[in-house]
């Protein structure tokens, strides 16, 4: 069950963290960076619970929550977003050099494209190998 | 790597939920097994042929044409 609970728990923190990171106090005018930003976290979160409840469900089932070949596509999927977050942090690094973006959003852009490239590599991987 | 996993778990009467749960993987573990998406470790090899009473060379059958693909 803690295989279960941790990615819950997890998501949960980041997606609490990132609401007072993005909101800030005293600040009513929501941009649409903003929205997109909220809108991106919370279909991560729903994701989560989804995959979750997965494990949940195979669980009673009395199927193992993970296997090798999902151990596999987990660690492909890893070693892919990371090397697509580095690219992703280089342009970041150069455009926040090259244009006046608030180093906020730099650091928001970067972080939930972490999570999405993830995302993104984990469904192509998936699909390509199972 | 080829298989007759599909072709023996029928004979026995096994679903590929059925087979997932004794070797306790994933039932898409299974799928992509039949399909030869996927090459199993020695041990999933060895326990699937055991559960379907066959020799690991009669349910994994080795293609040394693509060995290197």
């Known amino acids: ?130 | 790597m080829k298989n007759r996993i599909k072709e023996l778990r029928a004979r026995y009467d096994l679903t590929q939920d059925d087979l997932a749960k004794i070797v306790k993987v994933r039932r898409e573990t299974i799928g992509a097994l039949e399909r030869g998406k996927y090459n199993p470790s020695l041990i999933l090899a060895f326990t699937i042929s055991k559960v379907l009473k066959h020799n690991i060379h009669d349910v994994f059958i080795f293609e040394e044409d693509n060995y290197n693909d």
């Not at chain 1, 609401?19 to 991560?44: A, H, K, M």
């Not at chain 1, 906020?104 to 192509?124: E, P, R, T």
Request: glycine fraction near 6%; proline fraction near 2%; charge should be neutral.
């Open chain 1, 1 to 130: 069950m803690k295989k279960v609970f941790l990615p819950v728990f997890v998501l949960t923190w980041v997606v609490v963290l990132s609401g007072f990171w993005i909101i800030q106090p005293g600040d009513t005018n929501s941009s649409t960076l903003e929205l997109i930003f909220i809108g991106v976290i919370l279909l991560l979160f729903i994701l989560g619970i989804y995959f979750s409840y997965g494990r949940i469900k195979r669980k009673k089932e009395g199927l193992p929550e993970e296997d090798e070949l999902s151990r596999i596509i987990e660690g492909k999927a890893a070693a892919t977003s990371y090397y697509l977050s580095i690219i992703l942090w280089l342009a970041l690094i150069f455009i926040q050099n090259h244009l006046s973006i608030e180093l906020k959003w730099v650091f928001s852009i970067g972080m939930i494209g972490m999570a999405l490239l993830f995302v993104i590599s984990w469904v192509i991987i998936n699909i390509r190998e199972s």
